[in-house]
């Protein structure tokens, strides 16, 4: 979940080297809209808490929507340098890695993913062999992130109380983006690393880890009263350290491309896989780290 903001431009929204162009809509100290952030937030989060709390089937819905999304966005960026992914496999794949995932668990979700691989070198040779191996590697990759990465939000739902189980996910991977960068914006001058991510700062990074920390043990205390609170708070201090690698994951994905944003489908964050960048990195750690401390009857 980076914190640059969209530009006017088109998806993939390619980086400008002059710094011209279209005047952003109000832009905040660290180059977000800030209200627009805001209010797609609080959208987003209320579309994903109602699912959870009427069927769970319905959030399983919306991972599978979200997925799809950024599969096309990332096939659509990878684009913008010759890089032609094999989008059909791969979505059709990563539906079945999610699906099986829920139903069947995560031996059924690795299965799926190496035959989504297969599928990804068949269709593609079938098609020809010239930048094959490219376009193979490419399709193997986005098979891996976001789809398999992805569909371990599936295994936290598929607990008995798996609805918990992801609201404490998506709380301790959230609050990552939302203390690093009210921290960064105060005090943040010492940056992490310049050349991927110019606005995140170490002092960012500190009040992403002290936020979640809190955020953890406060929601382990409340959701599971007969675990350990203290697991909270390091579960917690993973996920925020985790969050961080997945940004910068993306960050260095966009700077290769020369990207701003992988697209500007919502408003004040860019696309979908500017937003769920850090999520598919903390839900392999939050799936483990939550069947040690709160063990599945």
Not at 118 to 129: E, T
Request: net charge neutral; proline share 5%.
């Amino acid at each position: 979940m980076t914190n640059d903001a969209p530009e006017a431009a088109q998806p993939p929204t390619r980086r400008s080297r002059s710094g011209g162009g279209g005047a952003p809509a109000a832009p905040s100290k660290a180059g977000r809209d800030l209200k627009a952030a805001i209010g797609i937030g609080v959208l987003l989060a209320v579309v994903a808490l109602g699912s959870l709390l009427f069927v769970k089937e319905l959030f399983l819905v919306l991972v599978l929507l979200v997925m799809a999304v950024g599969v096309w966005e990332l096939s659509r960026a990878l684009q913008s340098v010759q890089v032609r992914v094999p989008i059909v496999p791969v979505l059709i794949g990563g539906a079945a890695m999610i699906v099986v995932a829920y139903y069947r668990g995560a031996e059924a979700q690795l299965i799926a993913l190496g035959l989504t691989v297969v599928g990804v070198l068949l269709w593609r040779v079938a098609d020809g062999v010239t930048g094959a191996l490219r376009d193979v590697s490419a399709g193997a990759f986005t098979a891996l992130y976001p789809c398999f990465l992805g569909a371990f939000v599936a295994l936290l739902l598929a607990a008995p109380d798996g609805h918990l189980r992801v609201i404490f996910f998506i709380l301790v991977t959230v609050f990552s983006d939302i203390g690093g960068y009210a921290v960064g914006v105060l005090v943040g001058k010492h940056p992490m690393a310049p050349s991927i991510s110019p606005k995140k700062s170490w002092e960012g990074f500190a009040g992403s880890v002290l936020t979640c920390a809190l955020i953890g043990s406060v929601a382990m205390w409340q959701f599971w009263p007969e675990a350990t609170w203290w697991h909270g708070t390091l579960i917690g201090a993973a996920a925020a350290a985790l969050a961080t690698v997945g940004d910068f994951i993306e960050s260095s994905i966009k700077r290769d491309l020369g990207i701003k944003d992988m697209s500007s489908l919502l408003p004040g964050h860019g696309g979908v896989m500017d937003r769920i960048d850090s999520l598919v990195m903390t839900a392999p750690l939050l799936w483990l780290t939550l069947a040690f401390a709160v063990p599945i009857a």
